[in-house]
């Protein structure tokens, strides 16, 4: 049992845990936004070395997670195309839309290639004239303005056989939905670092006064995580609900300022369906009109498709802070890594995947983790 | 596939009228786009994303970081044989029961 030396500082993470725990008088429900963030928490057992009275709600930010079933069904209708060479991050590959994923479009025949970076789509439609190459433009404010990026380069080269299947999202209107709800628990959360790296803490400030909720920004290691843990239950013991920044090695408040001049310039905010959450107001970007002939939607007129979810399948309520991914009834049994249902069970960043490859499917473990950090 | 990674540059050229470096991730080198940090110098830390300097990053955390990732098997998972990680069986690993108890360090050391 050696979750602690794996923080890398064991000192500095047992430093941190004895300060929540002194900290901490009543019961806290903070929600971690980033899909990342929920990962390393299930991987180090960070929710069972906290006191039991700061419980972690996983949030909806994981980008693969959160495409609606209908623009996954739009990938595999386009990506079936003889003319087309569809190129995708791979975590997209083994997504089910309805009745199959893009893996099984390759076996059929279609040409789905896998790119680290989108200018690697845009090379591929440099190398292939004649044929159409379409890059799939998922993920948050991380990952859309390289997205953006691309569309501007492929117009400025002049590269008229490339477009963006686009369904971008944006956290602050998550945020707010999540707020919203009227069987919301959330009382802080932690933001996820490497979208404000791009966006700064700007938007923020006034969902914490609306909400009276304590956003704390936070990084990605285990230390990252406590320390933001740390700094939210602070606020909340001490009533306060301000914008905080517990990640300032790679968050500037301003963000990235060139990135989101192009954001800007290339998209335009748009109602966004979540899946298994609906859709939430000006959630997510789309193409401005300037840039319109570079949309896979518009260029290939994808329409008429019957979409259909799993019924068993709850990654919505999972999505949601609303159910912890083994109280799904499929969870481990019908819904596998090999045989996912639903998204957040192929997704590195899913929730569920993270409670299938780190965790034991029931609570009893705290007590086991606890005496195995105090080992330490 | 949000996992931003920090890398240190190596090398800054111009590709098609574009500001491109050439990365060192812990000994992966790939290429990364400057356009969003024009001023990063050769030498110079940034966390990346899909092939995209987004911030900088003073030397010392992104050692530390580059360090952790690697130790966690993260660098493979983020620039492995894109094929491999999303095969559903590539590994093996994807199949196997979580442990009660063990987490994240047993799992690690059973590998
Ligand atoms: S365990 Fe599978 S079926 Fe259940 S919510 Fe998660 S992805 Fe959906």
């Known amino acids: ?376 | 596939m949000c996992l931003a990674v920090p890398g240190k540059v190596l090398g800054i050229e111009d590709r098609d009228g574009t500001r491109m470096a050439t990365v060192d991730f812990g000994g992966v080198v790939k290429e990364v786009c400057l356009e969003y940090l024009p001023d990063l110098q050769v030498g110079e830390y940034a966390i990346v994303h899909v092939g995209f300097a987004l911030q900088r990053l003073d030397e010392d955390s992104a050692r530390k970081t580059l360090e952790l990732f690697e130790t966690l098997g993260l660098l493979q998972e983020e620039f492995g044989d894109p094929w491999e990680p999303a095969e559903p069986d590539a590994n093996g690993r994807t199949e196997q029961p979580a442990d009660a108890g063990d987490g994240a360090a047993a799992q690690e050391a059973k590998r």
């Not at chain 1, 000192?11 to 929600?31: H, N, Y």
């Not at chain 1, 090695?249 to 966004?272: I, K, Y």
Request: proline content about 7%; overall charge negative; aromatic content about 8%.
């Open chain 1, 1 to 376: 049992m050696k979750y602690i030396e794996e923080f890398q500082d064991p000192a500095l993470a047992r430093k941190l845990l004895d300060d929540i725990r002194a900290t901490v008088t009543r019961p806290w429900a903070l929600m971690e936004v980033c899909g990342g963030q929920t990962h390393t928490i299930i991987r180090h057992g960070i929710d069972q070395l906290l006191p039991d009275e700061v419980e972690l709600i996983h949030g909806p930010g994981c980008p693969v997670c959160v495409t609606p079933l209908e623009v996954i069904d739009k990938a595999l209708e386009i990506a079936s195309r003889p003319e087309v060479i569809f190129c995708s991050f791979g975590d997209m590959l083994r997504v089910p839309g309805t009745g199959r994923d893009l893996f099984q479009v390759r076996g059929q025949g279609g040409d789905v290639r896998v790119v680290y970076s989108p200018l690697d789509a845009l090379r591929v439609a440099q190398e292939n004239p004649d044929r159409e190459v379409v890059f799939f433009g998922i993920g948050f404010e991380t990952t859309a303005p390289p997205n953006a990026m691309t569309v501007y380069q492929a117009r400025r080269l002049g590269i008229p056989n490339f477009s963006l299947l686009v369904s971008h999202v944006r956290v602050p209107p998550a945020i707010e939905a999540i707020m919203r709800s009227p069987s919301c628990r959330v009382q802080g959360f932690l933001a996820a670092g490497h979208v404000c790296s791009v966006m700064g803490t700007s938007e923020y400030p006034e969902l914490a006064e609306r909400f009276r909720v304590p956003i704390v920004v936070t990084g990605f290691e285990p230390l990252d995580i406590l320390e933001g843990v740390r700094r939210t239950v602070q606020q909340l013991e001490r009533g306060e609900h301000t914008v905080e920044n517990a990640y300032p090695r790679a968050v500037q408040p301003e963000g990235n300022p060139a990135a989101q001049a192009m954001l800007a310039d290339v998209f335009e905010v748009t109602d966004r369906a979540w899946r298994g959450i609906g859709v939430i107001p000006a959630s997510g970007w789309r193409l401005s009109s300037r840039y319109r002939e570079y949309d896979a939607e518009h260029r290939f007129s994808v329409t008429g498709i019957d979409t259909r979810e799993p019924a068993e399948c709850r990654s919505g309520e999972v999505l949601q802070g609303l159910l912890k991914p083994h109280e799904c009834e499929a969870f481990g049994t019908t819904c596998t890594p090999r045989t996912p249902l639903g998204a957040t069970m192929v997704s590195s960043e899913g929730a569920c995947a993270a409670y299938y490859l780190y965790r034991r499917l029931d609570l009893e473990q705290k007590t086991v983790s606890r005496e195995g950090a105090s080992v330490v």
